[in-house]
């Protein structure tokens, strides 16, 4: 039997993946293998989405009073379907785009008797914005007029070309390609292999089930590379060669601007990849969807958790970090949330990596801010040397920690710290329910899974899940920006092993959040000190 987990080895286990992820980030038809031109992608986010990647306005105008409203609200797609072809609904017949359908040499004629010649470019522009045909005739009222730029115009214009040909690869009536990648050099090589071993339990289970709707899931694997650049070759590779229609339980750790850039590029959703640092800027990249909360997010937590202390009210945290650009980056997400959470500016300690003073350190902060709660960015070496000094001159602030920043040696504090040091970790074994581990577990047994990087085991497990229940609910008629649409919409989904993962139009972390433990170092061992923190920017 496969020993689980305690809250114990479940952080230190599952603190290796986080460590992965920092000691990884690096300092510095239409053919259905290629993405489409740039022209075509903005035009099919204007007409899946509504909205102009310029970030210009787009808008619609419906009805005799030509109510004007934001063309997201009315997208070309939520009436003439992903393919074009249209979809009768209340009476309603929206015509099909698709170009062969709208250039007929003879023209067309419709249901309700209009009839017009064929379309050219600039009938699409007069239909688009005047809301006429080529023959002068009036559109349905129900059909929007639109206003945007002419780059616009002709982006929507190029991408109506492809409708019905722009095919998504990797999915046919039988099967449905699943990527996956994993690091294969150096120490990672066994986790790597556990991640795969799992997920390709997983979806073997799956297929001897019938697969999703008939389709059996291929799964392809493509490894990591020593160079950002050079993972991101890799994985293009595979993305041509294989046909990939989506990606699961992905390691981006030290690559994730050049990996999310390219899945962006060409058009693959991704589940559950693995990091610390999701790319959630605006506009946010639709493809991609996490798991739980990065490095950023714990902080955050950690802010409104000192917060949330009767004695730290109207306080401020002293911030310890060493000098990098990403111990910078932290360190404005800990003054925004400080501020947010009713906490005053934070006082700054900053200092050269490999040079920690940290007698230097102590002195300073115990004379100047002795009893502020102190917030450590280093690592578990340098603030294991500052604890030890703090204690040989009496001095015991509250310490807070990012977990993936503290490794078990922490353990080893002095006496004083007990319950003292508080970490953030964005899971835990109370979200294992029951039934979660029942089906883990069985898989693990079957299978014969590694016993060892269990934390990994369980988020490449989850992650294929996921989008096991959102091809699901997708239906028999899949397409990525269909997969897409449909994991916006899982709300509190129930993994049982994870916290509830919601997903959004505008939120691409499914459990935005930590929980809070701390150290009981007289039985050498972390234990609860919050309940879940939710937190979002």
């Not at 920092?22 to 986010?45: F, I």
């Not at 039988?174 to 986790?191: C, D, N, Q, Y």
């Not at 959703?269 to 739980?292: A, C, D, M």
Request: net charge neutral; hydrophobic share 40%.
């Amino acid at each position: 039997m496969k020993r689980w987990i305690t809250l114990k080895d479940f952080l230190l286990v599952a603190g290796l993946v986080f460590f992965v992820a920092l000691v990884c980030r690096p300092e510095n038809t239409v053919n259905a293998q290629d993405p489409l031109a740039s022209a075509e992608r903005r035009g099919k986010q204007i007409y899946v989405l509504g909205t102009s990647a310029s970030g210009k306005d787009i808008f619609a105008y419906v009805g005799e009073g030509s109510i004007e409203v934001p063309a997201s609200t009315m997208a070309c797609a939520s009436c003439h379907g992903l393919d074009g072809q249209g979809k009768p609904e209340g009476g309603v017949s929206p015509s099909n785009l698709s170009w062969e359908a709208l250039t007929k040499p003879y023209g067309l004629a419709h249901p309700d008797g209009r009839r017009h010649p064929a379309y050219t470019e600039r009938g699409v522009e007069l239909a688009v914005t005047r809301g006429t045909d080529p023959g002068g005739n009036r559109l349905q009222n129900v059909m929007p007029r639109y206003q945007m730029s002419k780059e616009d115009l002709a982006d929507l214009i190029a991408y109506i070309k492809l409708l019905g040909k722009d095919r998504d690869p990797g999915i046919s009536e039988t099967k449905i390609v699943i990527g996956g990648m994993i690091p294969a050099t150096g120490g990672l090589t066994e986790m790597g292999q556990a991640v795969k071993a799992v997920t390709t339990a997983y979806f073997d289970d799956l297929n001897s089930q019938g697969g999703i709707y008939n389709r059996k899931v291929e799964l392809k694997f493509v490894e990591t590379a020593d160079t950002p650049v050079g993972t991101r070759a890799n994985l293009e590779r595979m993305l041509k060669e294989d046909q990939i229609f989506a990606m699961t339980g992905a390691f981006m750790a030290g690559s994730e601007k050049e990996v999310s850039s390219l899945l962006a590029q060409y058009e693959v959703p991704s589940v559950g990849p693995f990091t610390l640092f999701p790319q959630i800027e605006y506009p946010l990249n639709r493809q991609v969807f996490y798991l739980l909360s990065g490095i950023d997010g714990q902080t955050r937590v950690l802010a409104n958790f000192v917060a949330g202390k009767p004695e730290f009210k109207n306080s401020s945290l002293m911030v310890v970090y060493p000098r990098s650009d990403f111990n910078r980056n932290m360190l404005e997400s800990i003054k925004d949330q400080s501020i947010k959470a009713g906490l005053k500016p934070p006082t700054v300690y900053e200092y050269a990596p490999g040079s920690f003073d940290a007698l230097a350190v102590v002195k300073q902060l115990n004379q100047s801010d002795p009893g502020k709660p102190l917030f450590f960015l280093g690592n578990t070496e340098d603030l294991l040397s500052l604890l030890q000094r703090a204690a040989e001159a009496n001095w015991f602030p509250t310490v807070v920690a990012a977990g993936a920043g503290v490794g078990s040696q922490i353990l080893s504090a002095p006496a004083g710290f007990d319950h003292k040091v508080f970490i953030a970790f964005p899971t835990s074994p109370a979200d294992q329910s029951a039934e979660g581990m029942k089906e883990f577990r069985a898989l693990a047994e079957k299978h014969k899974l590694p016993s060892t990087h269990l934390a990994a085991q369980i988020s490449a497990f989850t992650a294929a899940k996921i989008l096991t229940e959102a091809l699901k609910r997708v239906g028999k008629d899949a397409s990525r920006e269909k997969l897409i649409q449909t994991l916006e919409g899982l709300y509190e989904y129930q993994t049982g092993l994870t916290p509830a993962i919601t997903f959004g139009p505008n939120r691409r972390i499914g459990a935005m959040g930590s929980y809070v433990v701390t150290i009981d170092l007289k039985q050498k061992q972390f234990v609860p000190a919050s309940g879940w923190i939710n937190v979002g920017k």
